[in-house]
């Protein structure tokens, strides 16, 4: 057990490093941690910065938050992560970062709902945004309970991203897929449309999860109608014809206005860290 614990708390340690290297939070934002057992969790400290942890700084809490060992207090959203293992008795992971470009969108409150990438769609679905609450209280953790059964990703608005896994590794390269998909998303908004994949080609996606040994916690609905509630199955927007459909251009959603000399400098920016 011992050396499960040391070894799970290197993985922490490992993730921390690439979360802060790859700008996915400043100073000592975001927090990280995986079950030990079935009562026990492992935990980042409060107040560290992810980017230079060593492995005797991580808690050991129970299940309801107490803490049973370590030098140093659980991490501030501890309540978030409590509440995602309650709901999720599957989940073995749990990974909260601000990425710049996916909390973007967390900020614009646009979900990253369409139907454009087909490995998005197999891993994640779609991912939602649960809806504003204060960091840190328990308002958090009932905006998320509204989403996480369904979803192993989720934006909060006006905050960050969420993302969950059968491991660490897991719940991280969610987090990395949702950034990368929003970065892709944001580009293709840029250059001004979004072709969009049918619906029949979703169902067929859908039915790869299957091949690829995907765990998704709910079925892709894919629908015209992307205000459904997304809490009991992945929405995404979808046309239900097979074939190319711009982004209506009154979309309050999809629309982004900007200068000549700001879209340029997005493009260039984005093709360089496309490249
Ligand atoms: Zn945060």
Known sequence: MDSQVEALKAEIVAIGRRVYERGYVASNDGNISVRLGSDRLLMTPK???KGFMTPDMMCITDLDGKKLQGDRDPSSEMLMHLEVYRQRPDV???VHAHPPTATGFAVAGIPLNRAVLAEVLTTLGSIPIAEYATPSTKELPEAVRRYIKAHDGMLLANH???TVGADLYAAYYKMETIEHFAHISLVARILGRENLISREEVERLQGLRDTYGIKAPAPICATDEPSRDPAGCQVVDAPSRAGVRLVPSDNPDGEI???????SALIEEAVR???
Not at 257 to 263: D, G, K, M, N, V
């Open 47 to 49: 107040s560290v910065c």
């Open 257 to 263: 206005r900007l200068t000549y000399r700001e879209l």
């Open 92 to 94: 073995q992971a749990v």
């Open 160 to 162: 960050g991203a969420l």
């Open 273 to 275: 860290s496309l490249r």
